[in-house]
């Protein structure tokens, strides 16, 4: 996979893609990640990427030209139209980071991992000329019901979710399909839920609860069941625990 961030804070990405999981995942050739000087595409002498709005309002607001030809640029062609489907590549996403996009979730990330490319748009300021997200992209894309400075956080957390369930990018393949979002409920035997579930319930479990030594911790015990040794009762205590914790933090998952 190859990731393109396209930012005007280029130095924004120094850190946090030389840790962990993408740091490993980069050292061995899993995900390459190219970051973008959005100045580099303009043309005038102050190296402008932003204008003032249509219509008057607060802020600024980043210009198409800018971003078009970044793009372009790195595709090595013309969009065109990209939301027109001869232009599209099915293999690359080109991404816009927005507050007004759709909800990223796993299930997004777990269709991301797919492809060959992503460009990521980093807006800033009041936002990106609509055209952009029109024409140019082909997913506008939120990581939560908030606002935040830049795009720049977020797409690197789109890349750190995608990047984990990339095969061998993580030390133990299992690990990425036991994870909170990834099981629907209705793949689980009804045997295995407790009494008071109904069923027929559908989906998604977070994480169960994980504990490690000291099996006592200022009074706080581990649970009994967790160190008795018992492979089976130790997956039902968990899909029990995952439950519940769902039902107490997440019950809009169930
Ligand atoms: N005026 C916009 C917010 C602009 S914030 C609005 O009200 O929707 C500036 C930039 O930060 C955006 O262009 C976008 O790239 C990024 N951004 C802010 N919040 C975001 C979020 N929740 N998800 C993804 N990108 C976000």
């Not at 130095?11 to 999981?21: D, T, Y």
């Not at 994980?210 to 039902?236: D, S």
Request: charged share 25%; net charge negative.
């Amino acid at each position: 996979m190859r990731f393109d961030l396209i930012t005007i804070f280029p130095e924004f990405f120094a850190g946090p893609l030389e840790h962990g999981i993408v740091r490993r995942a980069r050292e061995a050739a899993l995900i390459h990640a190219h970051v973008q000087d959005l100045r580099e595409f303009t043309k005038d002498r102050h190296r402008t990427v932003d204008d003032r709005p249509f219509g008057g309002g607060e802020g600024m607001v980043l210009k198409p030209e800018p971003l078009f030809d970044a793009v372009e640029s790195l595709l090595g062609r013309s969009v065109g139209d990209a939301t027109s489907q001869d232009a599209r590549d099915p293999n690359t996403a080109i991404v816009l980071m927005s507050a007004a996009g759709k909800l990223f979730r796993q299930e997004t990330a777990r269709r991301y991992s797919q492809l060959q490319r992503m460009i990521l748009i980093c807006g800033r300021y009041e936002g990106v000329d609509e055209r952009v997200a029109e024409h140019l992209a082909t997913e506008e894309i939120s990581i939560g019901d908030f606002v935040l400075s830049g795009g720049e956080l977020p797409a690197l957390l789109v890349v750190d979710a995608v990047t984990r369930l990339i095969p061998g990018a993580l030390g133990n393949e299992a690990s990425s399909q036991n994870e909170s979002f990834s099981e629907s409920l209705s793949a689980v035997p009804s045997s295995r839920l407790p009494a008071n579930y109904p069923t027929a319930a559908t989906g998604m479990l977070l994480d169960y609860p994980h504990y490690t030594r000291p099996a006592e911790y200022r009074g706080w015990k581990v649970p009994e069941t967790l160190i008795g040794g018992n492979h089976e009762e130790v997956a039902k205590w968990r899909r029990a625990a995952a439950l519940e914790k769902t039902r107490r933090n997440r019950p809009d998952l169930l």
